[in-house]
């Protein structure tokens, strides 16, 4: 089981940029999490797909902030433009039916 | 690794104690709880769950309390580890199929 994969593990980017972030769920899993991690806020879920469609996105900060799941087995979230307090580590998380969230490693983005 | 909150509440206990980690939640509706641990540089690991109908379930050394009167939770690590050193997290389901995380507490095991 390669668990959850996400893509880059480390991002470092210049206020402005466009960043996208990667993840890969558990294969068979039909729901997938975007959390954000902060040492203020704790963790925040952004938005949450079932069956590749949103279904609650409610937590997205901002229009600069954009989520797509293409296909059960990928989906990113991007930022756009990025700003110093996007700084986070972002984490990607999987389930089915009534299985508890399965996280992968995260990707700490750094925006200067 | 990550650090995940400076200002965290800490519990401190010796190797081979027993450690209880408390939580508080404030949804009445909730009915899907889960006890999470997460290490540094790591995503959070599901560590044992427990459903509204429920008010104890057990792992292997750990044991989680549910308490509906006052909404509160609680996870008890039998024989503490210095592997068992983590933040911990507590999350409950409000009906969203989203869990909502708790602020988490650090747990520090001294050998």
């Known amino acids: 089981d390669a668990g959850v994969i996400q893509s880059p593990r480390h991002e470092v980017t210049e206020m402005g940029q466009e960043v996208t972030l990667r993840c890969k769920p558990i294969?068979?899993?039909?729901?997938l999490f975007w959390y954000r991690q902060t040492m203020m806020r704790g963790l925040e879920l952004l938005i949450y797909?079932?069956?590749?469609?949103?279904?609650?996105d409610s937590g997205m900060p901002e229009d600069r902030f954009s989520a797509k799941m293409p296909n059960a087995s990928f989906s990113t979230l991007k930022i756009q433009p990025s700003e110093p307090r996007d700084s986070a580590v972002y984490f990607c998380a999987s389930s089915t039916g009534n299985s508890p969230l399965h996280f992968g490693n995260g990707t700490r983005l750094t925006v200067t | 690794g990550e650090s995940v909150g400076l200002h965290l509440p800490t519990l401190s206990v010796q190797e081979g104690d027993n450690s209880i980690i408390n939580c508080a939640y404030s949804?009445?509706?909730?009915?899907?709880f889960i006890w999470y641990k997460q290490e540094s540089g790591k995503g959070p690991q599901f560590i044992i769950d427990i459903r509204s109908n429920m008010d104890k379930r057990q792992g292997q050394r750990v044991t989680v309390l549910l308490n509906k009167t006052v909404k509160h939770l609680s996870l008890q690590i039998a024989a503490t580890q210095p592997g068992d050193s983590a933040v911990y997290f507590c999350a409950e389901n409000t009906g969203r199929r989203a869990l909502t995380f708790g602020s988490g507490t650090r747990l520090q095991v001294q050998p």
């Open positions: 797909f079932n069956n590749n469609v949103p279904i609650d």
């Open positions: 949804n009445s509706a909730s009915d899907y």
């Open positions: 294969s068979g899993h039909n729901s």
